[in-house]
């Protein structure tokens, strides 16, 4: 049965597409939540202009889930709490997102936590899942989305994703409370599987799909979408992005948005300047996310960005061995040296004192 709440204003800006930050967990340094700057980021992102907030997800650390750290839901209540002064005082929706992760006892735990605590939609992560059949995930997906709508994520391999076949995709979008996809093989093969699986279910248009493909976030935005069904073209776009590289240099990736919407509205070439961008954009995330050592500094990358521009205190993860590759501060001086226009750390520094209040 879908969820009342899939009808809701939430929706017209999800289809429309927006930029969607992974909301980071903000820590001191004996690695306990730091509310003052927990909520303090998400003003950032609301005030960058975002559209919503994603929480509970590989940014915001798995481990909050573990009994001995507790901070499922006291995350998810601060920017819930956040979200919702937003849009009291500035009358524009802020959709909610959280991730629901595990087993199906596990995750329809964490769905219901999530619809208490009035968030939109969950985003339903398959990693527990890497031997399964398609049967037995779509079954799992089903017994969710009767909880909540629900945002697919099509997670990169490396990363702890499994390959979902095309046929998967066409079955996941049949599920009514679907709203959502993001995309994030990192593989274009893998990235077109979900689109041609959304087009055979009949639910182009209504399925909004979002990039989470960090190493191609402009082109995915930018490119239409062909698929050929029963004789027929069925075009559908890539509308916004939700991304761990969107938590950081946030007003600067909802002007990239922006900018691409007009382009495709207009129906006019795509100047080589975005193109350009696109190139920019992912060399940032290179260093940011620690591409050179298969991700392994991506959270604590993110971290230092922010941790430089005075959001965060410090660049802790929940885990102590978790930290900056050698090489990674270097890779990210590089960027911002190699790419100024990219960084909104003036608006950060206009507004910091502000959030952190």
């Known amino acids: 049965m879908s969820d009342p709440r899939s009808s809701e204003d939430w929706a017209v800006p999800l289809r429309r597409g927006v930029v969607i930050p992974a909301h980071p967990l903000a820590l001191t340094a004996q690695r306990k939540l730091d509310e003052r700057r927990q909520r303090a980021l998400t003003r950032y992102y609301l005030a960058a202009g975002a559209g919503g907030v994603a929480v509970g997800v590989h940014t915001t650390q798995f481990a909050i889930r573990e009994p001995s750290v507790g901070l499922l839901r006291p995350v998810l209540e601060l920017a819930a709490e956040e979200a919702s002064r937003y849009t009291a005082r500035e009358g524009r929706t802020v959709i909610r997102i959280a991730g629901v992760c595990g087993r199906t006892d596990q995750a329809v735990k964490e769905a219901e936590l999530a619809r208490e605590l009035g968030y939109h939609i969950g985003l339903l992560s398959l990693s527990a899942f890497k031997s399964d059949t398609v049967d037995a995930m779509i079954a799992h997906c089903r017994e969710i989305a009767s909880i909540i709508p629900v945002m697919g994520f099509y997670l990169q391999p490396a990363v702890g994703g499994r390959v979902l076949p095309a046929e998967f995709w066409r079955r996941f979008a049949e599920i009514e409370n679907v709203v959502a996809i993001k995309i994030a093989p990192f593989n274009r093969y893998h990235t077109f599987d979900v689109i041609r699986g959304v087009a055979e279910a009949g639910r182009a248009g209504q399925i909004a799909l979002y990039t989470g493909n960090d190493d191609n976030i402009i082109a995915d935005l930018l490119t239409p979408f062909t698929t050929m069904v029963n004789g027929q073209p069925v075009r559908q776009r890539v509308v916004g992005g939700l991304l761990g590289h969107w938590a950081v240099w946030t007003k600067r990736a909802v002007e990239q948005l922006e900018a691409v919407h007009r382009i495709v509205e207009t129906n006019t070439p795509v100047p080589a300047e975005t ?31 922010l ?51």
Do not use: M
């Not at 960027?335 to 209040?357: G, I, S, T």
């Open 275 to 305: 193109l350009a961008l696109g190139v920019a954009v992912t060399d940032s995330n290179a260093a940011f996310f620690d591409a050179a050592n298969g991700f392994a500094g991506c959270i604590a990358g993110l971290h230092e960005v």
């Open 307 to 357: 941790r430089r521009q005075g959001l965060l205190e410090g660049i802790w993860c929940l885990d102590p061995d978790e930290s900056l590759s050698p090489g990674q501060a270097d890779e990210i001086d590089r960027v911002y040296r190699a790419y100024p226009q990219l960084n909104d750390d003036e608006f950060v520094r206009e507004h910091r004192e502000e959030w952190l209040k």
